[in-house]
């Protein structure tokens, strides 16, 4: 490959992560075409904080299908750390998903029959952990995200907020490099969805993860470094400084919560 063209060459912002380029994304649906993406051309950072919004159906859930190996574009390339996406074997792709990904979504799929602490630990047995040492390593993800004295609970008896606390250690316990969030927040009040950005931002910061958020919430937009906007097909990346004076009020007011919760 050459350097030139690899993501994760030095750039004055810093190292580039994920490359996409010309992405576009059709659908038939009956005698129409539908393109919720069209022509994408952008790069995340190492260890930024991006995130994807738009209206409803403005094609935000699609981008990250394509992003993170799920959905293979009509047209275009991802590169994710110098791998391109859709030239990996299945094989290859499940892996990759399994060790650079770490997925919370604004539902959760939880095996019943398991503790809080054996859900945690169920991805890493796929990895080849054993069992002691997938037990070790849950429990720790459990205590980076203040869960950990419910290891033995089932995570359908928990609230809302405790669930997707407990998805964030889930995604956190392989240490991956990406975490990848879709609204994840979507179904809590704000003091519970000011807790997951908490933990995303310290993820973030203190981790040094790339978070790809897909949200609607207007008021998490200035916790980005880019701004990913999708509207009508058309995929645009925005600076966090281009809109910095328009959302310094709402970035003060979410950061004394974050604060707040961050003390606790």
Do not use: C
């Not at 030095?10 to 580039?16: D, T, V």
């Not at 998490?220 to 400084?241: C, S, Y």
């Amino acid at each position: 490959m050459d350097a030139s063209a690899s993501p994760s060459q030095a750039s004055p912002r810093g190292r580039i992560i994920v490359k996409a380029t010309n992405v576009t994304q059709q659908f038939v649906v009956g005698d129409e075409t539908v393109t919720p993406i069209k022509d994408a051309n952008f790069e995340l950072l190492e260890s930024s904080f991006n995130i994807i919004y738009g209206p409803s159906g403005s094609g935000k859930s699609t981008l990250l299908n394509i992003l993170t190996g799920l959905q293979r574009p009509t047209t275009g390339t991802v590169l994710f750390d110098d791998r391109e996406v859709y030239k990996l074997s299945s094989d290859e792709l499940a892996f990759f998903r399994a060790t650079r990904l770490g997925i919370v979504y604004q539902s959760n799929y939880w095996v019943q029959s398991l503790n809080v602490l054996e859900n945690v630990s169920l991805p890493l047995y796929f990895l080849g952990y054993s069992r002691a040492r997938a037990s070790e390593v849950a429990q720790f993800a459990l205590e980076e995200v203040e869960m950990g004295g419910y290891a033995n609970k089932y995570p359908t008896l928990l609230s809302g907020g405790e669930q997707q606390r407990i998805a964030m250690a889930r995604a956190l316990a392989s240490s991956p490099l990406f975490i990848i969030a879709d609204e994840p927040t979507g179904s809590l009040d704000s003091a519970n969805g000011d807790k997951i950005m908490g933990l995303l931002q310290r993820a973030q910061k203190e981790n040094n993860r790339t978070i790809i958020l897909v949200t609607h919430n207007m008021e998490f937009l200035p916790l980005a470094d880019h701004l990913i906007h999708i509207q009508d097909g058309q995929v645009e990346v925005l600076q966090h400084e281009s809109i910095k004076k328009a959302t310094d009020e709402l970035l003060a007011q979410m950061q004394q919560r974050l604060n707040r919760y961050n003390r606790q």
